[in-house]
C-alpha cells in the first residue's frame, strides 16, 4: 500500500476498471454487413461457398466446426461439411481438397487443425489452392502477408485488428508484444501489427524474463495456450490486452491465457474469454470467404 498520509486509501481503490472490449458485438455487427454483401453477391446469380475438412471427433474442433458453418449458413454463404474417420488415410484427405479444389460451388477451403499425427498437415494444407485458402495457412498466403501484400490473411489476427481498429485502439508508434510464435496467430499478429507500424516484440516459451518483455507492452496479445500465464503484474498499467487463450478447464468452462479478473484493473481495455477474440475469429472467416467469392468471380 502506498502512504498517501493519514487520509491515504488503499492502492486498489485507485485502480479503474478496463473496458471490455466486447468481440461479440463486434462479430454480430460485422456478420450482419457481410450477410447484406452476400444477398448484394446473391442478387448477380453467385453465392459463395465454404467446404470445411473434419478428420476426427474431437470434441473442440467438432464445437469450432459447428460455429464456423452455422455463421455461414447464417450469412447465406454456402457450407459443406466433409467428415474423415481419425484413422483415415491421407491419399483420400488430398483427393477430397483436389475435388474441392475444382468443385466452382466452392470458394473456400478449410482444413480443421489439429489433424490426426499420422497425417502430414503441411502437405493437406499445401494442396488447397491459394486462391481457396481462405485460412490464410498456405504458404502463399503467409509469403504475401510477409512481404505486405496480403491476400488472406488467417482469421484470429485479422479479427484482432478489426477490433483494434474499432476500438480507436493507438498501433502506430507504439509498443506491442505477442506472445506466441505459432503460424496460425503469433507470427501473422506480429506482421499486421509491424504493417500498422507498432514497434513488435514476439515472446515464447524460451523468452527468459517473460515478465519484462510484457510490462513494456502497449498492447499485449497472448496466445500460447496456458491458463493464467499473464498475471496484474505482468501488464502496463493503461495497456490493451488482447486474450487468444480457449483452455478448457475441469469444469467445461473456457478460460483465457490472462488472468482476467486481476488485469482488468491493470489494464486499459481487454478482451474477455469467452466473448472476445473467437466470435470475430468466426467473423473474419466469413469474410474471406466471400472475399475468395468476390475475387473469382471478379466482382
Known sequence: MLNFGPFSAPVHTLRMTARIIDGKAHAAALRAELKS?????????????????MVGDNP?????????????????????????????????????VRELNADPRI????????LPPHIDEARVLAAVVPEKDVDGFHVHSAGALLIGAPHFVPCTPAGIMYLLEKEAIPIAGRH???????????????????????TVTICH???????AHTRRADILV?????????????????????????????????????DFEAVRAVAGSITPVPGGVGPMTVAMLVANTLHAAQQRKQY
Open 37 to 53: 454483401s452476400v444477398a448484394a453477391l446473391a442478387a448477380r446469380g453467385v453465392q459463395p461457398g465454404l467446404a470445411v475438412i
Open 60 to 96: 473442440a474442433s467438432r464445437t469450432y466446426v459447428r460455429n464456423k458453418v452455422r455463421a455461414c449458413e447464417e450469412a447465406g454463404v454456402l457450407s459443406q461439411l466433409h467428415e474423415f474417420p481419425a484413422d483415415a488415410d491421407e491419399s483420400a484427405l488430398l483427393a477430397r
Open 107 to 114: 470458394d473456400g477451403i478449410l482444413v480443421q487443425l489439429p
Open 176 to 198: 506491442a508484444v505477442v506472445v506466441g510464435r505459432s503460424n496460425i496467430v503469433g507470427k501473422p499478429m506480429a506482421l499486421l501489427l509491424l504493417q500498422k507500424d507498432a
Open 205 to 211: 516459451s524460451k523468452t527468459p524474463e517473460l515478465a
Open 222 to 258: 497472448a496466445a500460447v495456450g496456458r491458463t493464467n500465464l499473464i498475471g496484474a503484474d505482468m501488464v502496463k498499467p493503461g495497456a490493451c490486452v488482447i486474450d487468444v487463450g480457449t483452455n478448457r478447464q475441469p469444469d467445461g468452462k473456457l478460460r483465457g491465457d490472462v
